[in-house]
């Protein structure tokens, strides 16, 4: 089997889309080359049409997703503030972390893995903080969150939304949810390789930027000039070109199909999975009603791998079918499944491959 035959449906990169694909071998531009300053502003406009936010403030990140989240919260909170994060798996912890690191208070609410950010319990933690943060889509347990439940009552407070695993895959509004600060990544739902984070800050938000950040390449006060400076951009660092030309690429793949068809065909995607897993005995995961598209959650029933350990599958699957599904993370390890139904990947004919090689496999 060839690497170009994989079918990636881990928690990780999905497969790109081929738009996104055949821009990484066009002619490099050089990134003060006008006609990348004008990618670079269209790629911008898209990622506002996919935010649905009008914030002048919104660009990739050059690095990962969670470059997004270190810029998304050391821009705006620091030694005498305090932060109340929701923590329901991985991501949130990881936001925890970085928010102790700047010296601000992390007030973690922590929530049974699988379960949605309870607003409520929130709201309680603190009468007035600087900051709330969630995570949209918890891709270590499958669990979606109500962020416009959040935004609505925030307050004053700045409110952060980790969208990397729900920015085109799963319904988003920035603007009418309320949200300040929303970051993702390129590789999950946006169909695209891994390298950027696509940021967006509003300017309620832009108004409490620290002057000076713990952080010299993540300051916005500097980006801010290079991303939206209009006539006057200077140089802050040399932007990854063929990386957004990617994006550029892959984010007209998703508006050429259109935002709806785009989620219509993750959520038919999530629902094959489901019902397949269902069907071959595996439980899920995931509260009942909190279920994300993108991203299922499965339980592996005892004996349900008959001899078999649960990554002797996994690697079976890769090797034999060429499918890549994702374990369990912490506290879930060895007895829980990821699998990813996103972008490019979140498609009928590849969940029918992913449940007939487990059929073979186990039946
Ligand atoms: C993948 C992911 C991240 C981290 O993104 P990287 O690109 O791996 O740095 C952060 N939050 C969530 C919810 C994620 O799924």
Not at 111 to 119: K, L, T, Y
Request: proline share 5%; hydrophobic share 45%.
């Amino acid at each position: 089997m060839t690497l170009s035959d994989r079918i990636l449906m881990g928690p990780g990169p999905c497969n790109p889309y081929p738009e996104a694909v055949a821009a990484l071998s066009h002619p490099m531009l050089g990134h003060l080359d006008p006609e990348f300053i004008a990618l670079l502003d269209d790629t911008s406009d898209r990622l506002r049409t996919v935010f649905a936010t009008a914030n002048a403030l919104t660009f990739p990140v050059s690095a990962t997703g969670s470059a997004g989240m270190e810029a998304s919260i050391v821009n705006f909170v620091g030694p005498g503030d305090v932060v109340v994060v929701g923590v329901n798996g991985v991501f949130g912890g990881r936001i925890v972390d970085v928010v102790s690191r700047t010296g601000a208070e992390a007030i973690a609410v922590d929530h049974e893995w699988g379960q949605p950010i309870d607003v409520q319990r929130m709201l309680d933690a603190h009468p007035s903080p600087a900051m709330y943060a969630v995570v949209h889509a918890e891709t270590s347990t499958g669990a979606q969150s109500d962020v416009a439940a959040m935004g609505a009552n925030k307050g004053d407070a700045l409110l952060v939304a980790d969208c990397v695993t729900s920015l085109g895959g799963v319904e988003l509004r920035v603007d009418d949810w309320n949200i300040d600060i929303a970051y993702s990544g390129t590789q999950k739902c946006l169909g695209v390789a891994p390298g950027l984070a696509p940021l967006t800050v509003s300017d309620r938000a832009i108004e409490r930027l620290r002057p000076v950040p713990q952080s010299w390449y993540l300051d916005l006060n500097m980006i801010a000039k290079y991303v939206t400076g209009g006539g006057a951009r200077a140089y802050h660092h040399t932007a990854p070109t063929s990386m957004i030309m990617s994006l550029h690429a892959g984010l007209g793949a998703v508006l050429n199909e259109g935002l709806d068809a785009v989620r219509a065909r993750h959520q038919a995607a999530g629902d094959a999975v489901k019902a397949g897993m269902l069907g071959l005995g595996f439980e899920l995961f995931a509260a009942d009603g909190h279920r994300l598209a993108p991203l299922t959650s499965i339980v592996i029933p005892d004996g349900r791998l008959g001899s078999v350990n649960e990554s002797g599958v996994r690697a079976q699957l890769l090797q034999e079918y060429g499918i890549e599904i994702g374990g369990g993370l912490g506290p879930v390890a060895g007895r829980v499944w990821r699998i990813g139904t996103m972008g490019h990947t979140a498609r009928q004919r590849n969940v029918t491959s992913l449940i007939a090689a487990l059929t073979d496999i186990l039946d």
